[in-house]
C-alpha cells in the first residue's frame, strides 16, 4: 500500500531533550516536507526536500533540522525542544520532484513541550 | 512573498444547501491552487487542483473557480451531506518557486442536519 509514515504518532517530552520525529515514504517520491499545524495558522512549511542531500527551508525553520540521506527517509529533528513548538506535525511527498502535484501527507506527530 | 488569504473562517450550512469558499493569493505569476480537505483527526488529502490555464474545474459536487485577474479562486460544493463536514485548505505555488506552497489559513465547514 503506497502511503506516508510518521513515528512516533504522539510524543510528550521536556524542554532541552533532543527529538527526532521519523518520516518514511514507499512510493518513490523525490520531493518531501514537514509542516506544523497550529489552530488557526493554517500549514505552514518547516523544511522540505527535493531530492537526496538537497533541503532548503520553509517558512518556519527556526529550531528545526533536517536530513535525506535516503529518498525514501526524511526525519525532522529537535535538537533543543521548546514549548513554543508543541503542535501537530505532519511529513509529506509528491511526485516529480515539485510541490504542482498531490501531496500526501502522513497521519501526523502530536508533539507536547512541557 | 506570495500570501494567501481564505475566507470564512468557519462556515455553517444547511445539509442540502451550497457552500463556497474563497481564496485571494497576491502573486500574479502563482499558476497552481490545490484544495485540500481535513476531516477531525485525519491528514489532508487532495480534493481538487486547478492550473492557471484553465477557469474552472469540476468533480461531481465540488467545483473550483479561478479569476486570474481578481486573483481569487473559490471551492464550492453543492448538495452539501453531513461527510463534507471537515477543514479545508487553499494553497496557491507559481512553477519557478522552489517547490513551495503557500497555504491558507483553513475553513472549518460545518453541515447542520
Known amino acids: 500500500e503506497a502511503q506516508v509514515t510518521q513515528n512516533p504518532r504522539y510524543l510528550i517530552t521536556v524542554t532541552g531533550k533532543k527529538l527526532t520525529v521519523t518520516c518514511s515514504q514507499n512510493m518513490n517520491h523525490e520531493y518531501m516536507s514537514w509542516y506544523r499545524q497550529d489552530p488557526g495558522l493554517g500549514l505552514r512549511q518547516i523544511y522540505y526536500s527535493m531530492n537526496v542531500e538537497v533541503t532548503d527551508k520553509g517558512d518556519v525553520p527556526e529550531g528545526y533540522k533536517v536530513s535525506r540521506k535516503e529518498k525514501r527517509n526524511f526525519p525532522l529533528i529537535l535538537e533543543s525542544p521548546s514549548p513554543n513548538q508543541t503542535s501537530l506535525y505532519f511529513c509529506?511527498?509528491?511526485?516529480?520532484?515539485?510541490?504542482?502535484?498531490?501531496?500526501?501527507f502522513g497521519p501526523g506527530t502530536r508533539l507536547t513541550v512541557t | 512573498g506570495e500570501n494567501v488569504e481564505q475566507h470564512p473562517s468557519t462556515l455553517s450550512v444547511q445539509e442540502g444547501d451550497s457552500a463556497v469558499i474563497k481564496c485571494t493569493y497576491s502573486d500574479s505569476a502563482s499558476n497552481y491552487f490545490p484544495w485540500y480537505k481535513q476531516e477531525l483527526g485525519k491528514r489532508p488529502q487532495l480534493i481538487i487542483d486547478?492550473?492557471?490555464n484553465v477557469g474552472e474545474k469540476k468533480d461531481q459536487r465540488i467545483a473550483v473557480t479561478l479569476n486570474k485577474t481578481a486573483k481569487h479562486f473559490s471551492l464550492h460544493i453543492t448538495e452539501t451531506q453531513p461527510e463534507d463536514s471537515a477543514v479545508y485548505f487553499c494553497a496557491a505555488s507559481r512553477w519557478d518557486s522552489n517547490y513551495q506552497l503557500i497555504w491558507g489559513a483553513g475553513t472549518k465547514l460545518i453541515i447542520k442536519p
Open positions: 509529506a511527498s509528491s511526485d516529480a520532484g515539485t510541490a504542482h502535484y498531490e501531496q500526501y
Open positions: 486547478i492550473r492557471s
